[in-house]
């Protein structure tokens, strides 16, 4: 079911409000019930570089970003002890509940859904955690209980986040999905191993004293620089693919747009078959790559109307693999190269799907599609239900289990792409042969 964009926006404001109510009761029942972490201050310091470490969060892709405030979160939990830890913990992350996109953008909504989900998520995992604190004093003969706890802490931690996020995305966004839990082991790996390091500063500070506190701010600090390292990483790979897709746009009008549309329908392909995340997004960049090897095609064979012949075809194809030997040399480019090439030889001949990746075959597909539904000045585009049908007839290429999830995440979305029949494809066409002519 599609929501018109009122209703969209109406229902994420009752799910953000009623996200915040629950998250602001679980708190008020916390501070109410448990003593308030004691030195103050020193929950106030913990509460700063839980905030900032929050306001720094990276995006490690496309649609998931993740925090090193968690160590903060398992540090404070050791420190202030088994009674306190659960609302020391809750409270700092009610206080990181304003990010700085949200002031920019004037957002009201996104802090309020961030309020309750951060206060019931940590909650949750520091309820956890404490069960495998001990109730007096710490001691080394402590630490593997604690390590052990720190693990299933997390856990608790992202699944109570991931559950949240996801479920917020099903009621606000029909037909919007995240990548399945258990595709997702890299980040609870990650996840864990902070709340461990976390949980042995605690510790540390526990069983030595204020003076290693310039040693846990510095490793505060350590953890996050990896983090920014990486999301920088990936932001320059993703300029440069995008970079050669501005050129191949530039060079040939008809394919601007193209790409973005079948990095879309990949990415709602790669979620119905529940690609993991690192899947998805090795998808994602292949669709943007997919025409970068038309730059070595020459101008007047690439601008050809109508349909090659198969020695045109095979001069196309030659340029292209050249394009693709140049840039698989790239390290972190060659796994979308590999999908790239493979869809490509999937639509140049017959060969078989099961020979190809299901990365390639959703390329394939998606790839066909759009150029199926678009208008061109040598073609018409034809209808959704005769470019699923013309698929349907390379089912050998694109393999049934893609050619259903394709149709499928299109109908669950309401979307039509192509024309909506012959008499309009036909009067559409001819606009467009107009304007090249004219152009």
Not at 219 to 233: C, E, I, N, P, W
């Amino acid at each position: 079911m599609k929501l018109s964009n009122r209703v969209r926006r109406q229902a994420v404001s009752l799910l953000s409000i009623g996200l915040a109510a629950i998250g602001i009761a679980a708190l008020t029942g916390l501070l109410l019930l448990g003593p308030f972490p004691s030195p103050w201050w020193l929950w106030i310091v913990f509460a700063v570089a839980f905030v900032v470490l929050e306001f720094a969060s990276v995006e490690v892709s496309e649609r998931i970003r993740i925090s090193s405030s968690v160590m903060v979160a398992f540090t404070a939990a050791v420190v202030f002890g088994r009674e306190a830890a659960v609302p020391a913990v809750a409270l700092m992350a009610a206080v990181a509940m304003l990010q700085p996109e949200d002031v920019r953008k004037r957002r009201w909504q996104q802090p309020l859904a961030n309020l309750g989900q951060l206060v019931l998520s940590s909650s949750a995992g520091m309820l956890v955690f404490v069960l495998f604190l001990p109730h007096g004093e710490l001691t080394v003969g402590h630490l593997p209980l604690v390590v052990v706890g720190a693990v299933v802490g997390a856990a608790a931690y992202n699944y109570c986040n991931y559950q949240m996020v996801a479920g917020f995305v099903r009621l606000a966004y029909p037909g919007r999905t995240m990548p399945s839990w258990s595709s997702m082991l890299g980040t609870h790996a990650t996840m864990a191993t902070l709340a461990l390091l976390g949980a042995l500063l605690g510790a540390a500070y526990v069983m030595v004293g204020p003076v290693v506190g310039p040693l846990i701010l510095l490793t505060y600090l350590v953890g996050h620089f990896g983090f920014s390292t990486h999301a920088r990483l990936r932001q320059a790979h993703e300029s440069t693919i995008r970079g050669f897709v501005k050129v191949v746009e530039a060079l040939d009008p008809y394919t601007r747009g193209h790409t973005e549309r079948v990095a879309y329908l990949c990415r709602i392909v790669g979620e119905d078959l529940q690609l993991s995340w690192e899947r998805a997004e090795r998808l994602r960049w292949a669709a943007l790559l997919h025409d970068v090897g038309r730059l070595a095609v020459p101008g007047d064979l690439a601008r050809r109307e109508g349909t090659l012949t198969a020695e045109e075809h095979e001069e196309s194809a030659r340029h292209r693999r050249v394009v693709d030997g140049v840039l698989a040399e790239v390290e972190f480019l060659r796994p979308m190269i590999e999908v790239t090439a493979a869809a490509h030889e999937l639509l140049g001949d017959t060969a078989p799907w099961r020979t190809a990746p299901l990365e390639a075959r959703i390329l394939a597909a998606t790839d066909r599609f759009d150029s199926l539904t678009t208008t061109r000045s040598y073609r018409q585009a034809v209808t959704q239900a005769a470019a699923f049908a013309s698929l349907r007839e390379g089912v050998d290429r694109f393999g049934a289990d893609v050619l259903d999830a394709f149709e499928a995440a299109v109908a669950m979305r309401g979307e039509v792409y192509g024309s909506p029949d012959d008499a309009s494809a036909a009067r559409l066409f001819e606009q467009v042969r107009e304007r090249a002519i004219r152009a």
